[in-house]
Every structure is written in structure tokens, then in C-alpha cells.
């Protein structure tokens, strides 16, 4: 009995039945089903190969190395069409992924200004034109600089006007108005005179409703030098207003009461929708308020380092979304912070 030549036999006839697939094949999904077939764990060439033990002792050898010949040559034409599917199918990638230059191109989406930064980066124009330096002060301040140092005494009354965010330590709070600058900036320039603005963001624990939020952004303005009376922060409110809101926009002063300033007031300006004539922005009394001001009080000028028996300043504060919701027409002032890009997209 002689299985050898015919076992030989049968497994040339399965590689040659194998390598004629091969050559037919034309893509990877095909190609890992033929390996799997003849190849794999359980392929027909493997389980040919597995049945060496039927042999006769004799001739067991020979067929096993013609067995491992067999198997690396299927091995190495599966690596051979491997590499020549895959340069088929880069080559066709290629082709479709093709990129038409002659095509318009996509439009690139722009970042945009924030309508606060828009805003606040025009007022601050403005007050450079008109010769005030840009300080900027911290946002976590001391009670005794947020209201101490601004004639605001403990248990005053006028401390409720202001619901604060405090901190931990019990002195450390998050500032709800821009006038502690006030104190950094006379201590940093006494005695000499100076006119500063000072933007940032202020804090206050309040119910968020469309006219109010818990952070907003502030200017505070101050100028503190020989002989400044009243009647210079008006002039100079008024000409901000004009350079603001438009030439020619009708301005008035309300007697107001802050702790800081003495005298002190409210300046309005001509609503900017139905000039005067009485609307639903100005709540049909023509007139938008727009920032408080006063002269600067004699104890806050002491405390910041300044005689006030030779000098005398004055200080005014608008809020940045405020003066923004005027000039764009938005009625909740909870767009700011909405993070809404139809909102935004609009600037």
C-alpha cells in the first residue's frame, strides 16, 4: 500500500486549486475568506497537512516537507497579492478622494467680538480719546476695600443695595462694583492727578431676570485733580454720551444717593428708539438711564491718599450690558452669558 503519491498528489491539487482562486481575487474582504479557507485553523490545506498520521511511518517525512513547501508557497502568494490588492485600493482611493481645485471652496467660519467686549472695547475708546488711562483692578477684593474704604462703615444700610458673593474667609468677597479700583488706583498715583477708567466684572448674589444677572461687566471712571467741580462731570458725561449714542442726544442729571460720591446722581439719556416721544424700552418716559456718577466723597479721597482740602475729583459707573442692550435693541440681558449661537452669530 502506497498512500504517499496519492496524498502527495491530492495536496498539488488543492495548492493548484487554491493559487487559481488567488489569482482571481481582487479585494481584502475577499482575500481574508480565501485564508481563512485554505490557511486557517480549520482550512483544507491544514487539515490535509494534519493527516500526516495516516501514513506509513516510511513516508511520513517526505510528505511532511513537501506538506511545508505547499503551505509557503500559498503563504508567500497570499503575501504577494496582499500587497497588490492593497496598491489597487490606495490607487482607487486616490482617485475618488481627488480633490478638484478648480471647485469653490468651503466658506471658513469666522470667530466674532462678543457684544459685551464689542461694546466695552467702544467705551473705552471713547475715554482714551478723551485722555483717561485704562487700570485695571482684581475681581477678589477685601470688605475693606470694597466697602470700607468707600464710606461704606459696617452694618450701613446702603450695604444692602449690594448682595454679595463672600468667600471662605469672611473679609474675602467678589467685588460688586469697580469702585475698589478707585482706592488702588489713588493710592498708586498720589499725589499726583489722574484720570482713569477702570473696567472689569462684578459680582452680585441677585435673582437672575431678564434686567439683572449675577455677573455683569462695570466701568468706573475717576479723575481727581486741582479744582474739579460738577459742573466738569457733566460736560464730560455728556460729551461721552454724544460720542456713544450720536451727536445731539438730549442728556439729564437725577439727584442720587451713593455712599462714595457727594454729590450724587443719575444720568439718563434720550431713548435711543422713539427719541423722547415714549416707547416700551424707556418704559414710555423717553428717557434710558445710563451710569451714576457724583463728586468723589471727601473720605474716599482721604483714604485713597489725597488732601481734600486741596483736591477734588469726580467718579461716574456703567455697566457695559446695560449701555450694549441700548445700543442693539436686546431686551433680556440673559443673552450675554446664554452662550446662544443664534444670538451671537447676530454681532
Known amino acids: ?179 475698589p479700583g478707585q482706592i488702588h488706583a489713588m493710592r498708586a498715583y498720589c499725589p499726583q492727578p489722574i484720570r482713569v477708567v477702570l473696567p472689569g466684572m462684578c459680582y452680585r448674589y441677585e435673582q437672575i431676570t431678564a434686567r439683572s444677572e449675577i455677573q455683569f461687566h462695570q466701568v468706573e471712571g475717576l479723575a481727581v485733580g486741582y479744582h474739579i467741580r460738577f459742573t466738569d462731570l457733566k460736560g464730560t458725561l455728556t460729551d461721552f454720551a454724544q460720542r456713544m449714542f450720536g451727536a445731539g442726544r438730549k442728556t439729564r442729571f437725577r439727584a442720587s444717593y451713593f455712599p462714595f460720591t457727594e454729590p450724587s446722581a443719575e444720568m439718563d439719556v434720550e431713548c435711543i428708539l422713539c427719541h423722547g416721544r415714549g416707547c416700551r424700552l424707556c418704559k414710555y418716559t423717553g428717557w434710558l438711564e445710563i451710569l451714576g456718577c457724583g463728586m468723589v466723597h471727601p473720605v474716599v479721597l482721604q483714604n485713597g491718599g489725597y488732601d481734600p482740602t486741596i483736591y477734588s475729583g469726580y467718579a461716574f459707573g456703567m455697566g457695559v450690558e446695560r449701555i450694549a442692550m441700548l445700543c442693539y435693541g436686546i431686551e433680556d440681558i440673559r443673552y450675554f452669558w446664554g452662550n446662544d449661537l443664534r444670538f451671537l452669530e447676530q454681532f
Not at 44 to 63: D, N
Not at 132 to 144: G, K, L, M
Open 1 to 179: 500500500m502506497s498512500d504517499s503519491p496519492q496524498s502527495i498528489e491530492t495536496l498539488d491539487q488543492l495548492a493548484a486549486q487554491a493559487l487559481a482562486e488567488l489569482a482571481g481575487i481582487s479585494d481584502s474582504q475577499t482575500l481574508e475568506r480565501w485564508h481563512t479557507t485554505y490557511l486557517g485553523r480549520k482550512g483544507k490545506v491544514t487539515l490535509a497537512v494534519r493527516r500526516v498520521g495516516e501514513l506509513p511511518k516510511e513516508e511520513r517525512p517526505a510528505f511532511g516537507q513537501h506538506a511545508n513547501r505547499v503551505k509557503q508557497q500559498l503563504e508567500a502568494a497570499y503575501e504577494e497579492r496582499t500587497q497588490f490588492i492593497k496598491a489597487q485600493e490606495m490607487e482607487r482611493s486616490l482617485a475618488e478622494g481627488a480633490v478638484d481645485v478648480t471647485l469653490p471652496g468651503h466658506p471658513v467660519l469666522r470667530g466674532r467680538l462678543h457684544p459685551s467686549i464689542r461694546t466695552l472695547r467702544r467705551i473705552l475708546q471713547i475715554w482714551a480719546d478723551m485722555g483717561f488711562q485704562v487700570y485695571r483692578s482684581r475681581d477678589v477684593e477685601t470688605d475693606e476695600y470694597n466697602f470700607q474704604l468707600l464710606n461704606f462703615p459696617p452694618h450701613h444700610p446702603a450695604r444692602d443695595m449690594q448682595d454679595t458673593f463672600y468667600t471662605t474667609q469672611s473679609d474675602v468677597l467678589l467685588r460688586t462694583h469697580t469702585s
